[in-house]
């Protein structure tokens, strides 16, 4: 099992930025890795990053990538998403959750708990 904490969402202009932080304690090796998804309103869910715990691979969304880098340190356990040029678009709740690479695409593979709530508005 995996216990997570979300942190660091909050309302910004758009052009701007956030950093989205994810602890994550638990059987985190029991998974591929740790991602970040998200949710809009009236939308599906979608996936964002995703991280691989062990070769540190990194996978995005086409409509992130460019501006959005997931990252991670191991000595903390933390799982950070930088988001950079931020649109009206990515207005949504974000949550972490373990994911899982099947060919080119990846998928949660854990709960989604309470995330995060982000807003890109003037």
């Known amino acids: 099992q995996v216990h997570i904490v979300e942190s660091g969402g909050g309302k910004v202009q758009p052009g701007g930025s956030l950093r989205l932080s994810c602890v994550a304690s638990?059987?985190?090796?029991?998974?591929?890795?740790i991602g970040w998804f998200r949710q809009a309103p009236g939308k599906q869910r979608e996936g964002v990053s995703c991280?691989?715990?062990?070769?540190?691979?990194?996978h995005y969304a086409d409509s992130v990538k460019g501006r959005f880098a997931i990252s991670r340190d191991n000595a903390k356990n933390t799982v950070y998403l930088q988001m950079n040029s931020l649109k009206p678009e990515d207005t949504a709740v974000y949550y972490c959750?373990?994911?899982?690479?099947?060919?080119?695409?990846?998928?949660?593979?854990?709960?989604w708990g309470q995330g995060t709530q982000v807003t890109v508005s003037a």
């Open positions: 991280i691989g715990n062990s070769d540190g691979r990194t």
């Open positions: 638990g059987s985190i090796r029991d998974y591929y890795g």
């Open positions: 959750i373990p994911c899982t690479v099947v060919g080119n695409k990846f998928y949660p593979n854990g709960a």
